[in-house]
């Protein structure tokens, strides 16, 4: 059976020329997670928003996260009890909920207990993002059990940095879906 993916973006959510929006408008298997406020998030009502979408999704899923949406999607993962149901996670530019220019309108977003989750996942950090450093994204990304990615000087891997429907990061996707793939088969 085919995965779905659900987007889930940061705060403000993704323009129009996000890669996550190019994603969503190229595939039908792209869906988002809709949210009450993009603009002034509340992690417990993000994680209920990523609960809903996942228990009505038509197929297993892929959760594809940015920014400020990664934090949620963990803080899902770690109270979830329905893992089962989602095959991978890849995470864009993870946030340090204690860094100089995390969002202050973002709430309930602390840095999370930094432990193994049962999903499978890639956690993809820039060189230069002034949101999280990449030594916070690695260590992240160890503590979960994801496989670790730097994609180089990207800032925050969004519109503004200019990776239009971001190929590259479809490519990490399409390995993190082959990856489940080989796991069902096996």
Same mark, same amino acid.
């Given at each position: @059976?085919?995965?779905?993916? &659900?987007?889930?973006?940061?705060?403000?959510?993704?323009?129009?020329?996000?890669?996550?929006?190019?994603?969503?408008?190229?595939?039908?298997?792209?869906?988002?997670?809709?949210?009450?406020?993009?603009?002034?998030?509340?992690? /417990?009502?993000?994680?209920?928003?990523?609960?809903?979408?996942?228990?009505?999704?038509?197929?297993?899923?892929?959760?594809?996260?940015?920014?400020?949406?990664?934090?949620?999607?963990?803080?899902?993962?770690?109270?979830?009890?329905?893992?089962?149901?989602?095959?991978?996670?890849? &995470?864009?530019?993870?946030?340090?909920?204690?860094?100089?220019?995390?969002?202050?309108?973002?709430?309930?977003?602390?840095?999370?207990?930094?432990?193994?989750?049962?999903?499978?996942?890639?956690?993809?950090?820039?060189?230069?993002?002034?949101?999280?450093?990449?030594?916070? /994204?690695?260590?992240?990304?160890?503590?979960?059990?994801?496989?670790?990615?730097?994609?180089?000087? &990207?800032?925050?891997?969004?519109?503004?940095?200019?990776?239009?429907?971001?190929?590259?990061? @479809?490519?990490?996707?399409?390995?993190?879906?082959?990856?489940?793939?080989?796991?069902?088969?096996?």
């Amino acid at each position: @059976m085919q995965t779905q993916v &659900l987007t889930m973006p940061g705060i403000y959510g993704s323009g129009s020329q996000h890669w996550q929006t190019l994603w969503e408008a190229e595939d039908p298997q792209f869906k988002r997670i809709q949210v009450e406020d993009w603009d002034h998030p509340q992690c /417990a009502a993000w994680v209920r928003s990523i609960d809903d979408a996942i228990a009505t999704a038509a197929a297993p899923v892929v959760l594809v996260a940015h920014s400020l949406g990664c934090l949620a999607v963990v803080a899902w993962a770690m109270q979830t009890r329905q893992p089962i149901r989602v095959h991978g996670m890849l &995470l864009v530019s993870v946030p340090d909920p204690q860094g100089p220019n995390f969002p202050a309108d973002a709430k309930g977003f602390a840095r999370h207990e930094l432990r193994r989750i049962a999903i499978p996942g890639i956690v993809v950090s820039s060189d230069d993002d002034p949101y999280g450093a990449p030594a916070y /994204a690695r260590e992240c990304a160890q503590a979960w059990g994801s496989r670790f990615v730097n994609a180089g000087a &990207l800032g925050h891997i969004n519109a503004s940095s200019g990776v239009g429907n971001w190929p590259a990061g @479809m490519r990490l996707l399409a390995s993190l879906r082959q990856a489940e793939q080989g796991v069902k088969a096996g």
